[in-house]
Nanobody, 130 residues
Framework: QVRLVESGGGLVQTGGSRRLSCVVS????????MGWFRQAPGRERQFVAGISWNGGTIDYADFAKGRFTISRDNAKNTVYLQMNSLRPEDTAVYYC???????????????????????WGQGTQVTVSS
């Protein structure tokens, strides 16, 4: 059974930084594409960032470009999301997800489609105060 456990959420001031971690157990981590999604109250879950099994494809939502960095350590079965210059609108529950077989198109993996992900963590709350 694949299990994903996020950590690193909390309260941070506007302009601050936060590093989220997600540890995966019970599966072949190095074979998974990994993604971070978020969901604010009353809103749909949205893509934040994704990384392919070898890091060859990395994708970000427009709001994350230049502020967030996704990375992975296959030796530690862990994916990270470094978030800088945080804004109140970044307040949400952040989820990591694993995709066993992501779509592949024109030389890149497609990482931003929520329904493609097979396994999900329970989420970690990030609250950015103004």
């Amino acid at each position: 059974q694949v299990r994903l456990v996020e950590s690193g959420g909390g309260l941070v001031q506007t302009g601050g930084s936060r590093r989220l971690s997600c540890v995966v157990s019970g599966g072949t981590f190095r074979g998974f594409a990994m993604g971070w999604f978020r969901q604010a109250p009353g809103r749909e879950r949205q893509f934040v960032a994704g990384i392919s099994w070898n890091g060859g494809t990395i994708d970000y939502a427009d709001f994350a470009k230049g502020r967030f960095t996704i990375s992975r350590d296959n030796a530690k079965n862990t994916v990270y999301l470094q978030m800088n210059s945080l804004r109140p609108e970044d307040t949400a529950v952040y989820y990591c997800a694993a995709d066993e077989n992501p779509p592949y198109h024109t030389g890149l993996y497609v990482l931003d489609v929520l329904k493609e992900y097979d396994f999900w963590g329970q989420g970690t709350q990030v609250t950015v105060s103004s």
